[in-house]
Structure formats: structure tokens, C-alpha cells
């Protein structure tokens, strides 16, 4: 089917799911469940011809991504559930006046309607955003990557087969077969089709839709996250910090990837530092992280000497840059030309440094004494996580289901005129 | 000054603006409307001047726009005083989680930032649009007409000066020089100096912002709003909304375009509707509101038959369209295809009908049994607006001080780790 007619197919699923009651939906995320563990032959084998297409042309952990097992296949239908547990995020009365003539004015959460989402090779992607859409009353247009095409099918075949086992729309799952460029361009162009432009992927995927969508378009997951051990820092607990906010998952969005350091404590600092992230690392058998690390720095501990290009770079790996600053000023300065605006930590004894620096850093997340890694959904609070918006208008930080609805103003009158 | 320097300038202001305290911004204010009374006569001086250069190149109402008088600055500053009385907008805590770990996460209100404003010719949205930025704690760019640049030049100059008097910087409201189009397209795409863009004006600037924009950009007042006479109404109901709708004040966004008459009681009501809005505005020598008339509607009163363009055209004066449908399906069909999401809505005396069209019609607001000329700030209990967002990201419909701002997380720990 040629995107175009996916599209207006998923806009003709709006006014049913919109309008769908939480027990409806409920009922059809248990059924996409049910149905896509039912389907885990045919989707091991759609999966099995992907990997065997893509081997040689992607990496191993690209590679390692693509790959389903009844076990990931298990998890992504427990994710659908537990999106089913969660409370519908439709229909709540946000604000509510009475005017003094009498009208009463219910500002009111509605779904957003079509809602397309551009994604790159996981597979397990497409289950979760079709959940996260279909609870929140949205029809959703997924455009995952080539590698993962035929998985992604077979997965949408199940999904589509529980969506009309509960008696909603099947099109309201909609994927895309073009998995050219072309269709991604559509879909950022769709004006009057697309309410909601969700990207997901690199840094590349995330300026494209910027500069070239007309459809309203959410940032999502860009993390260049700073870790600031001020004067004042408790060492212990900042090395604790800087270990987890590093090494705990490296190639997540709120993983660290620069440390500022007060350069009144750097010389106390710096080589447990060093002796943390990398000797000890090195005998456990470990990847030592590797750090990069500007002059102050590198006059006090060893590593690779520091290119520009290192303090705005997202590793996602076991590199982190290492920065001296002389004052915390230093390092809300640094911040605010280098941050991508997604996570950024104080650590810091000085209750006056802390709320300053809550206030001044421009960013999604901003921690005092606790690691970047926290950025999510759930631990959030909010059940799950379509993506972490590091943009300022609508969402800001961790998506959740509320975040894939709007509202608008329902009034209730007895003929008032103005 | 060079447009970019001037949002360099805002840049600066961000930082004090977003750390401002509620009694500092209320001091500015104050400072602000106090001076602008104090500049009467500069700022008609320059008025005059903008008044005489635009004689011949714009029509009268036009130059009634334009015009400022004692009263008119008297109620700018009246404006920002009323802006003053309103709750702070910033530092509210949204949501307030504690997690099992003992991490204190807080959802805050924040600034947006760098607030860019492009507007045409009435000069008084000059100060209202500042004294809504200021407080919100955003610096504001302002891009005004250039048949109003004098008189914008003069009002800032004041606003710049009360702002200093109560030591925020002046440079938080900044007026761009250049008037061609080149500057719009600099504001559009000052990625990464402008937080927001808030285009208010005809449908050709949203257009254009929407097409080029790279920066975050909420489209505002495009109206085709609709009044949908339903089979079950009470016709008297419904001639004085209509009327109330399209004749109080015909220029605004929220006025109605077009009226949509079931067929069961079209021949008992549009012979109403055409006394009532034509003959006896006509006999009291008011201007009669022209019907431009569908087929079936043409068949039944006089008036102009309406052209294709008619239902896609905000009129903003005294014309409204009118068709004749056979089902409340069919209106529910033509307003999905022809509004513009701003204001629609239904007379009727049957419940269902109402609470089916109030969950169907995909407006900013929707409204039984009341005219659309509601949609205001003021009327929302906002207390003010920067204008009517009519689309789905972030604000819709009136955008108040609320509006104008973002939030973030914050979070406070003794060293969580995950």
C-alpha cells in the first residue's frame, strides 16, 4: 500500500479510537498480547529472514538488536499489558469554570489523532509504540527501519489481529512498506494527516525532521548529560554518581558523557576518578572507560588528550570527556553551550549551589546528588515512555501517555451570547 | 541593530527573567505602565509620523488600527496592570513524586525562554504581548509592522525603561529594526535563540511559519468557525447565537463563517435567519450580513449562491456562509473537512446529539448551545491571552501566561544511583 493511503486509512481509525471507552481499549491490548504470543512462529521466521538479509550489512550489536527470541517476543506482548494496567489518559477534565452567565467550560483531555512514528532497527519498538498509542485513543503510522522490515509486519499482523478481535479499526496500526527515504519525508510533509511526528533515532533522523517536518514534530532523545562535582562535592558519593551515571548503560540517552570538575577539588578528585572508571575496571576484566580530558585535567591524571569535538559528542560508549572548571559559573556556562538539554546533575554538599544550579541548567531533568540514568518513564513514575523529549513545547523529558494526548475546551450552554 | 543581535541580546536576559521573583516582575510592570503614561506624547508624536507615512498605502481600517490616542496608551497601560494582577505563572510545582528510593521528583513550571512575536499593524499589541512575556519570566523579540515601527520603537523604548527602573534588563524586550520579510525568516529560523515563535496575524504569515519555521512555532486564529443548527434545536436559541456569532464583532477570529442548517427545520428556520440578520439589520440601518447559500438553501430564501471558496474562506466581516444538510453526520463530515479547528458549534435540544457532537468535532473548543465568540482568554478565565492556538501541541485554544511557559523536572537525591 503506498504510504499516502496508510496514512489516510489511520485517519479514518481517529474518530473510532477517539471516541473508544477504556474498557474497549483494554480489551484490544489484551488481544494484540494474546495474538502476538499465537504469532510467535510466523514472527520468529519473518525475524529469521531479516537477520539473514542484514547479516554483513550491519554490525553485531545492530545485529543483536534485530534478533527476536520467544523470550523478547514474551516481553514485548508483558509490555502491552502493563500499558493496558495503566490509567486512560482520555476524557480527564484537566480545569473546569463555571462562568458567571452560566456556561461551564471543561478543559478536557483528548487523544491527538494520527500520531506517526519514525524508528530505527528494534523491532520490540513497534509493539511498544502501538500500545502506548492505542491506550491513549491514537491511530499510529510506525515507520521502522528496512533491516527489521518483515519482523515488523509480522508483528503488526498480530496487533491488527487483537485490534479487530475487540472490535476496533485493524488500520489503526498502520505500517509503512516503504522503507525508503521517500516515506520518511512524507510523513514529516503530511500536513492534515499526521498530528504528531514522533522521531526516534540518531542525532542525523532528529535534525532531518526538524528542518524539513510541517507536521508538529517532538525531539526526542538526543543526551549529551553533564555530570558537575562542585567544590563542595561529597568525592565518594560523586564517584559513585559519575560510575553509575557512565558505566551503568552506556549506550542510553541519559547516559553521562562529560564531567565537570571544580578545579579546587580536582587534584583530590581526579585520580580516584581515574582509578574508578579505569584501573579498577581494567582488572575486573572490564572496559575501562576511556577519558578524554582537557589540559587542566591532563596535567593531573592520565588519558586521551580532549578534541573539541569531545564536549558535543554523544559516545553511547565507555569514553567520557573530563573538564576542569574554576567556578561553578564555569560550569553552568559550559552547560548552556554544550548540553543537549535531556539530563544534567549537580553533586554538591552546598544547599545554595544546588537550588542555583536547579534553576539556571535549561534541561529536561536537572538532578542534585543523584545519576542522569534516572530519565525514564518509569522511574518517573509514569508507567512507560514513548521517548524523552528534550524540547521545550508540549512535553519535556520522559513521554508518557498522557504526553501523546492533547486536550480541548468542551463548553455547555443555554443560548449565552457575548 | 542587526536582528541577530538583538536575539543575542534576549539570550543575555534569559537567565535574570527566568530567576526573577514574582514581586520583581509586578515592580516592572508597574515601572512599565507607569512610564508608558509618562511617554504620552513621544509615543503620539511618533505615531503621527507612522499615521502620515502610511496615509494612501493602507485602507482606513487599516489606519484606524494604527492609530493611538490618549486613551488608546491609557488602555495599554491599564493592560499591563491587569497583566500585573495575575498569578505568577512560574515555579509551580506540577507534580510532586517521591520514589521508593527516597529521590524527590518535582514537574515545575519554568520560563520558556526567548519569546519571538511577529505581528502586524495594531501597535498596541506591542505592550500586551510584552507584559504576558515578562511575566512569564521570558525575553521577548518583537517583530511588529512596518507601518508601525515608530510607534512600536517609542512604546518599547518605555517598556525598556520601566523594566530597568525595577533593575530586570531592558534587554528582555527587544524590537527587531529590520521590517522586510528577511528579518520573519531570521526569526524563524534562529534555532537555538528562539524558544518560541508565535506568529499573530493573517493566514499567509502562519502559513509561511509553518512551512520555513525550524524553531518551535504554535500557530494562532485562523477562525472558520461553525454554527450547526441541529434538527432537534430551539430555533430562537439558535437565530440569537448566530446572530450573536457573526454581527458582535465580525473582524475577530472567533466569530462565525458559516451556519449549517438541518434540512428537517431548514424551511422554518433560514426564512428566520435571513429576517433576522438582513431585512431588519437593514431597516435599523445596519449593515445586512450577506448569505452566501448552498443549493437547497437558495431554494428557500434569497441571497448569493455560495461558490466552493465560500466554506474555506474566513470572511471576517459581514458575510456567512450557509448550507443545508440532510444528517447531523453530514455537518459532523463538513466541519472535519472545513474548520480550522479554532471554534464550532451546535444548537440543540437533543443531549446525545450534543455530547456526540462535542466528542466528534476536533476544535480547540466545542461548544453546545452557545456562541463561539467565547473563545477568549478573558472569557476562559485566563485573564488575558497572546492569542488562540489552533492546533494540537502544546497550548490550544486562548493562550495565557500558563501557555507561555514550559516546565522541568527537577530532582533532588543523596545519591541515588540506579
Chains 1, 2 share one sequence.
Not at 496487533?159 to 488500520?171: D, M, S, Y
Not at 500536513?191 to 532528529?206: F, H, N, Q, Y
Not at 589540559?295 to 554523544?314: R, V
Amino acid at each position: 500500500m503506498r504510504t499516502r493511503d496508510i496514512l489516510l486509512s489511520a485517519a479514518k481509525a481517529k474518530g473510532p479510537m477517539a471516541a473508544a471507552s477504556e474498557e474497549q481499549k483494554n480489551e484490544a491490548l489484551f488481544a494484540m498480547a494474546k495474538v502476538l504470543i499465537e504469532h510467535t512462529d510466523s514472527i520468529l521466521a519473518a525475524n529469521a529472514q531479516d537477520l539473514e538479509a542484514a547479516k554483513g550489512h550491519i554490525g553485531n550489536v545492530m545485529l543483536d538488536r534485530l534478533a527476536l527470541s520467544k523470550g523478547r517476543i514474551r516481553a514485548m506482548a508483558e509490555g502491552i499489558t502493563q500499558v493496558m494496567h495503566l490509567p486512560d489518559p482520555v476524557g480527564r477534565v484537566l480545569e473546569r469554570v463555571e462562568r458567571p452567565g452560566g456556561l461551564i467550560i471543561e478543559k478536557t483531555s483528548v487523544a491527538m489523532g494520527v500520531i506517526a512514528i519514525i524508528y530505527e532497527s528494534r523491532p520490540n519498538v513497534t509493539a511498544d509504540a502501538a500500545a502506548l498509542c492505542i491506550k491513549s485513543g491514537n491511530a499510529c503510522v510506525l515507520r521502522g527501519g528496512k533491516e527489521a522490515y518483515a519482523s515488523n509486519k509480522a508483528i503488526t499482523d498480530a496487533l491488527r489481529e487483537g485490534l479487530g478481535k475487540a472490535g476496533l479499526p485493524a488500520k489503526a496500526v498502520g505500517l509503512v512498506e516503504d522503507t525508503t527515504r521517500a516515506s520518511s519525508l512524507e510523513l514529516m510533509q503530511a500536513k492534515g494527516l499526521v498530528d504528531l511526528l514522533i522521531p526516534r533515532g540518531g542525532a542525523g533522523l532528529i535534525r532531518a525532521c526538524v528542518e524539513q517536518a510541517t507536521v508538529p514534530c517532538i525531539e526526542t532523545g538526543t543526551g549529551i548529560c553533564h555530570v558537575y562535582v562542585d567544590a563542595a562535592a561529597d568525592l565518594d558519593m560523586a564517584l559513585n554518581i559519575i560510575y553509575n551515571a557512565k558505566t551503568s548503560r552506556p549506550s542510553v540517552c541519559n547516559a553521562a558523557e562529560v564531567c565537570l570538575v571544580h578545579e579546587a577539588i580536582a587534584a583530590a578528585f581526579l585520580p580516584r576518578l581515574q582509578e574508578r572508571l579505569v584501573k579498577e575496571r581494567s582488572s575486573r576484566g572490564e572496559v575501562p572507560v576511556e577519558l578524554r580530558l582537557c589540559e587542566k585535567a591532563a596535567a593531573l591524571i592520565p588519558g586521551t588528550p580532549a578534541g573539541a569535538a569531545d564536549f558535543d559528542t554523544e559516545f553511547l560508549d565507555y569514553i567520557l570527556a573530563v573538564k576542569v572548571v574554576g567556578s561553578a559559573g564555569e560550569a553552568l556556562a559550559h552547560i548552556a553551550a554544550h548540553s543537549t538539554g535531556h539530563s544534567d546533575a549537580i553533586v554538591t554538599e552546598d544547599a545554595a549551589a544546588a537550588e542555583h544550579f536547579l534553576r539556571a541548567v535549561d534541561s529536561a531533568a536537572v538532578y542534585v546528588n543523584a545519576s542522569t540514568r534516572f530519565t525514564d518513564g518509569g522511574e518517573f513514575g509514569l508507567g512507560c515512555e514513548m521517548g524523552i523529549s528534550t524540547q521545550k513545547l508540549h512535553a519535556r523529558g520522559p513521554m508518557g501517555l498522557r504526553e501523546l494526548c492533547t486536550y480541548k475546551y468542551i463548553i455547555r450552554g443555554c443560548g449565552q451570547i457575548r
